[in-house]
């Protein structure tokens, strides 16, 4: 049983920074992936960060330059740095890995539980 647990949400003022991160804890071989992602009430969950392998990442264009993800295998862990935060970036946030238990396995994902991100104007 692989599990991703999410901390760090919180209410910030816009223009504040907040760190999320999410462990994933169980039987793994190999992580490929670590992501995020957010959504609002009623609309799709949208693309935030995503970071491949040692270092390559990609971003949001609504994110760029605001935002950091980076990961920490030896934990299974991967970060979200969030800086010069808008109102508009509250949502609740879901991290996502890809990742394979044994070595003869495919790559499954896997979500978090989703923490909640609140920037007042």
């Known amino acids: 049983q692989v599990q991703l647990v999410e901390s760090g949400g919180g209410l910030v003022q816009a223009g504040g920074s907040l760190t999320l991160s999410c462990t994933a804890s169980?039987?793994?071989?190999?992580?490929?992936?670590m992501g995020w992602y957010r959504q609002t009430p009623g609309n799709q969950r949208d693309f935030v960060a995503i970071i491949i392998g040692k270092d390559n990442t990609e971003y949001a264009d609504s994110v760029k330059g605001r935002f950091t993800i980076s990961r920490h295998n030896v934990t299974n862990t991967v970060y979200l740095e969030m800086s010069s935060l808008k109102p508009e970036d509250t949502a609740v946030y879901y991290c996502?890995?890809?990742?394979?238990?044994?070595?003869?396995?495919?790559?499954?994902?896997?979500w978090g539980q989703g923490t909640q991100v609140s920037v007042s104007s």
């Open positions: 169980g039987t793994i071989y190999e992580i490929s992936t």
């Open positions: 996502h890995m890809a990742l394979k238990r044994e070595i003869t396995e495919s790559y499954y994902h896997y």
